[in-house]
T-cell receptor, first 110, second 113 residues
């Protein structure tokens, strides 16, 4: 069993739809990272959170430490949101090492 | 300046060549990272420098040689690579320790022929 699991693996949506991507982890963590990667591109760090909720524009990230679960929501999705979304958590013995989820591939159609 | 700049963006090299990848940041971050990413896979950590000292080497083959000449610059020297080393090489930086997020570069797409 992977230590960080994401669902769904693939997601398609129509422009304007509300999107939810889930991340569950099995290790104790100090923080959880949500990352975005466009095809063939570099990685953009969207959020780092250790409790509660964070919002940036149309993106909202939440985390429940007790349940070891985080969600990334995209409101009013747009084709430019099409990307791979990855959650990652630091290992408990070295915060410089991240355990990555396998990613959620999102395609938003106009 | 809030970016991590990687050069070159694309590199094609032969198996007998020597080349270098460069990563630069001017955010005052004192932890810098090299990752390797194959298609449709998550990044794999290769090396970490903390305060210009190598702190993590994830058992990377010696044909990859990292260097951190100063707090703003990170190099990855490549020699005698294999075709299976073809990948996207990503650099990242952050403040060391818990509670700090990462800034990633846009990567170098390496093809070994």
């Amino acid at each position: 069993k992977n230590e960080v699991e994401q669902s769904p693996q693939n997601l398609t949506a129509q422009e304007g739809e509300f999107i939810t991507i889930n991340c569950s982890y099995s290790v104790g963590i100090s923080a959880l990272h949500w990352l975005q990667q466009h095809p063939g591109g570099g990685i953009v760090s969207l959020f780092m959170l250790s409790s509660g909720k964070k919002k940036h524009g149309r993106l909202i990230a939440t985390i429940n430490i007790q349940e070891k679960h985080s969600s990334l929501h995209i409101t009013a999705s747009h084709p430019r949101d099409s990307a791979v979304y990855i959650c990652a958590v630091p290992t408990i013995y070295n915060t410089d090492k991240l355990i990555f989820g396998t990613g959620t591939r999102l395609q938003v159609f106009p | 300046d809030t970016e991590v700049t990687q050069t070159p963006k694309h590199l094609v090299m032969g198996m007998t060549n020597k080349k270098s990848l460069k990563c630069e940041q001017h955010m005052g971050h004192r932890a810098m990272y090299w990752y390797k990413q194959k298609a449709k896979k998550p990044p794999e950590l290769m090396f970490v420098y903390s305060y210009e000292k190598l702190s993590i080497n994830e058992s990377v083959p010696s044909r990859f040689s990292p260097e951190c000449p100063n707090s703003s610059l990170l190099n990855l020297h490549l020699h005698a690579l294999q075709p299976e080393d073809s990948a996207l090489y990503l650099c990242a930086s952050r403040y060391p320790g818990q509670g700090y997020g990462y800034t990633f570069g846009s990567g170098t797409r390496l093809t070994v022929v």
